[in-house]
């Protein structure tokens, strides 16, 4: 993608920053939490094989996320479905329900306290925060969760505000957090830009609220046109 003038970025104060697999790394994160997981549910269990129980977790996590950001689906829903669906199509014959909760319970708890950061985000928040920007978080992460991960990877001292759509109720890309997000942040969308990893929930939410952005590329998904004023594969990019 050719790079644009840096002028454009010109009289940004208010910087907002998707937290999973922008700053913290959710994806390997994950994988240790999930692993953790079922391991523990297997001492109790007898649990379906491990691949063919993760494989069938991961596609439909990633569908309810998506209904999820879409507002087509409640967060309760999300929690209790995507484990109980996996046991139940892996072949489980306990109480999918029970089992499921549990387990979702589990790895959110575990998940929050895992540390590991995508390379380049620490450097990336100490630059922002020298050059005075104004740095908060804008996720569609859970309440409770999403705080524990910035302490757990050190981060939360960068962060002036953690805004999140359990707030607001509402979800990325929807116009109304991105809106409440200025609100109370006390930002206008003329001096902030938005960096993420989702050119869906993040990067075209921000962009039809008019706001400016930085499409973070780093699971090499295309992007619309016009939608991203910059577009880095790395952290070490922005900075």
């Not at 691949?51 to 569908?63: P, Q």
């Not at 306290?113 to 005075?132: I, K, M, N, S």
């Not at 989702?198 to 780093?218: E, K, M, Q, V």
Request: charged share 25%.
């Amino acid at each position: 993608m050719e790079k644009k003038s840096n002028s454009m970025l010109d009289g940004v104060r208010t910087v907002f920053v998707d937290l999973d697999d922008t700053l913290w790394w959710f994806t390997e994160n994950s994988k240790v939490a999930f692993l953790h997981t079922y391991e523990e549910a297997a001492r109790e269990h007898t649990m379906p094989p491990y691949n063919l129980f993760h494989d069938i977790y991961l596609k439909r996590n990633n569908e309810l996320w998506t209904l999820y950001h879409h507002g087509k689906i409640g967060k309760d829903y999300l929690v209790n479905e995507r484990f109980r669906y996996a046991l139940d199509k892996s072949g489980y014959d306990g109480d999918c329900d029970e089992l499921g909760a549990w387990m979702n319970e589990e790895y959110l708890s575990f998940l929050a306290t895992l540390p590991r950061l995508v390379p380049g985000a620490r450097q990336l928040l100490q630059r922002l925060q020298e050059h005075g920007f104004e740095v908060n978080i804008l996720s569609n992460g859970f309440k409770g969760v999403q705080l524990k991960k910035l302490q757990s990877a050190g981060i939360d001292g960068y962060i002036n505000r953690l805004v999140l759509s359990d707030d607001c109720g509402i979800t990325k890309p929807l116009r109304g957090i991105f809106d409440y997000a200025l609100e109370v942040c006390h930002a206008s969308a003329d001096t902030t830009v938005m960096i993420g990893d989702d050119p869906d929930a993040d990067i075209a939410g921000a962009h039809n609220a008019g706001w400016r952005t930085i499409y973070f590329n780093l699971k090499n998904k295309p992007i619309a046109a016009g939608i991203a004023d910059h577009e880095v594969s790395t952290l070490d990019e922005i900075v």
